[in-house]
């Protein structure tokens, strides 16, 4: 059975191979968390991780595979113009739309994730950000954007950079009448980001739902985003989630 790689204490491995490993290692358990999760939808949402030594490309989940079976060896690798480079599977034509774009136009981002995940397409129905109405949601205070439009599946890049224009340099952004998408410096904390925005959203509809919401200070916000909204806070946050699908499902190493 493979070993799952520690994280370097440099912050990445010099060996672009082992760093290589690493990414797809945290890339295939993200996608096991989000099975377990439930944010599948039919063969919505992806994962993308950028490679290490030719970075105009990118690991993915194949087309139509549960995201509960993704193992390290499933993932493929796509280049900037939508060709498999790596792997025997095809790839979901708005996965390749969206995170090239956004993977393109952020050259600090490793890595994206983006599902119909059900409280997030809830919310975005609504058009609106987030408010801080939670500890947790301040990691995303004044830190994600909305892209306020809805033009069918993304098949097209250049809606793709459409998308990746309302990301901005933030850390997330809510596509209106879609779902949620976030990005990290590393996969960790891009997976991390879109578990806990999910969970911000359900959050967020139960707390309307059930009257009116008391905000957050602004300064207040601020000072709590800037103390849980950093990428090591999501690597951290990651951290208890990896260590337990890895002892439920050791074969998404393989």
């Known amino acids: 059975m493979p070993e799952l790689l520690p994280p370097h204490p440099s912050g990445a491995y010099e060996d672009p191979a082992e760093e290589r490993l690493y990414r797809k290692q945290r890339l295939a358990a993200a996608f096991r ?3 377990r999760f439930g944010f599948e939808e039919g063969v919505a949402g992806h994962i993308t991780a950028r490679d290490p030594e030719d970075t105009e490309t990118f690991w993915v989940n194949p087309f139509a595979m549960h995201f509960g079976h993704i193992r390290v060896s499933d993932l493929v690798q796509v280049n900037s113009a939508g060709e498999v480079i790596f792997g025997d599977q095809p790839v979901n034509r708005a996965a390749f739309a969206i995170h090239s774009q956004v993977h393109a136009a952020r050259p600090d981002v490793v890595a994206a994730a983006h599902s119909h995940s059900v ?3 809830a919310w975005s129905a609504l058009g609106r950000l987030l408010e801080p109405i939670t500890q ?3 990691a995303f205070y004044g ?3 909305l892209f306020d439009d809805y ?4 098949l097209d890049t250049e809606e793709g950079k459409r998308i990746a224009h309302a990301l901005g ?14 990005v990290g410096q590393s996969v960790e904390e891009a997976a991390w980001w879109f578990i806990t925005m999910e969970r911000s959203c359900q959050a ?9 919401t008391v905000l957050i200070d602004p300064d207040q916000a601020k000072l709590t985003h800037d103390q849980i909204g950093h990428p090591m806070a999501g690597r951290v946050n990651f951290k208890p989630l990896l260590d337990r699908i890895l002892r439920e499902q050791p074969d998404l190493l393989d």
């Open 33 to 35: 968390l989000f099975s």
């Open 119 to 121: 409280h997030g397409k």
């Open 136 to 138: 947790d949601v301040c």
């Open 143 to 145: 830190d994600h954007g």
């Open 151 to 154: 033009t069918g599946v993304v």
């Open 169 to 182: 340099e933030h850390k997330a952004v809510i596509l209106r009448n879609h779902g949620l998408l976030t």
């Open 204 to 212: 967020q509809l139960l707390a309307s739902a059930a009257g009116r």
